[in-house]
């Protein structure tokens, strides 16, 4: 017998997600495989930055006592190389060469520039300040950061630059988020393996790839990416196994009301059902349930219904595990082309947008069909046609999410 559904709204089931109790853990992993980790404490200052005063030039230290009627010859007393110290003190007309970066006597106040010097002509120990210098050329110790000063604050995503910054003050390690653990299961009997000679009747499993590629650029790790035939046992088996060891389980088709969409049937038999129908076209049958501990989200088989899925679902509970919200922005944007069809759902298109004088506009990029996915390359937001007798018309402002790294 066809079973009714109790379709909800797209904000209800987002709610319903958010709801969900997502548990972030905290790991500590090597500063070298940290980029695009989600740092999980404020990251502090171990010391002043830099711990020594630094010279900024290669030169002559000089002190101030000495700071006077040039030109003028200097003793070379020593030189400075960067990485070295220098524990004697200055004297009367003494100078250090010195080399940028490296450690400024204490009692030198001035770097002067090399190009400010001349050699003395058979006195390699001599050297003439031709000029003082207007800056000091010295760093001081302390000048960039001081001990527990704030360098990254928890919650950002680290990136080569921050990796650098922590490097400078000698970490190793590095505390972020653990990535969740995500197993892709797509399902249907229609599937061909990449390689395959294509077949009437049968279709490349092209939601595999996209769906792994969606969750690994947002930050998670997928374990594993099965595709099944249509088949209950086997789609019982593999969930079992898959439910055990990841936190979130994505599949993709059969979850409609064919026979052999046993995803419904599975969803509907879960510990939790969160929702299986949407007032949403297209992917009006995503369905979200737990089982044993663990969400399992399953997109619509429609490529264009499954990506739409992934990014209103699935991608805000990937952020969550790390602390994160949505990478989507969330804008009012203005219609400039009629969208004539009209929907007793609410329509989620994929769009394009500009940004003209502060105000976003949005278009329908391309198909609008579910199972199309000419556009998914080229799509750079979604947008909202809420449902209605009447097609909105243009200029109306619609509802629209930016989609990241477009
Ligand atoms: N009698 C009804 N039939 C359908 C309904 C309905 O309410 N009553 N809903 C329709 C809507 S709307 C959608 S959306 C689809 C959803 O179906 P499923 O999510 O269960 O997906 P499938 O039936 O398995 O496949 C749909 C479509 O997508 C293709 N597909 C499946 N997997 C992949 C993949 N990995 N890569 C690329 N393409 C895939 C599949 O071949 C089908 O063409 O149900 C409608 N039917
Ligand atoms: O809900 Mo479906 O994706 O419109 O064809």
Known sequence: MLERRKPITIEEAQAKLAALDIPQQIETISLTAANHRILAVDALAAYDYPNFRRSGYDGYAIRDADDHDFPKEFHVVGE???????????GENETARIMTGAFVPDNAAKVIMLEQTRSVPDQPEQVKIMVSANRDNITPAGAEFKTGDLLIAAGTELNPGGLGLLTAFGATEVQVYRQPRVAIITTGTELLHPGDAPQPGKIFNS??????????????????????????????????????????????????????????????????????????????????FVDQGTLIIALSGNPGACYTGFYLFAEPILRRFVGQTSRCQKVNATLTRIYPKTNGYDKILRGTYQLIDGQ???????????????????????????????????????????????
């Not at 400075?80 to 200055?90: C, K, N, P, Y």
């Not at 199972?371 to 947008?383: I, V």
């Open 80 to 90: 400075i190389q960067a990485g070295a110290t220098f524990d004697h003190e200055l």
């Open 207 to 288: 939601n595999g790839p996209l769906i792994a590629n969606l969750v690994a650029e947002n930050g998670a790790i997928v374990t594993e990416t099965v595709q099944l035939v249509d088949d209950y046992q086997l789609l019982q088996t593999n969930l079992e196994r898959l439910k055990a060891t990841n936190d979130l389980v994505i599949t993709d088709g059969g979850v409609s009301v064919g026979d052999f969409d046993y995803l419904a049937t599975t969803a509907r038999d879960s510990d939790q059902l969160l929702f299986n129908k949407l007032k949403m076209r297209p992917g009006s049958v995503t369905t979200a």
């Open 360 to 406: 976003y506009q949005v278009q329908l990029n391309g198909s609008d069909v579910s199972g199309d996915l000419g556009n998914l390359q080229s799509t750079t937001c979604l947008f909202k046609i809420p449902h209605s007798h009447d097609p909105l018309p243009l200029n109306a402002e619609v509802e629209t999410w930016l989609l990241p790294y477009k």
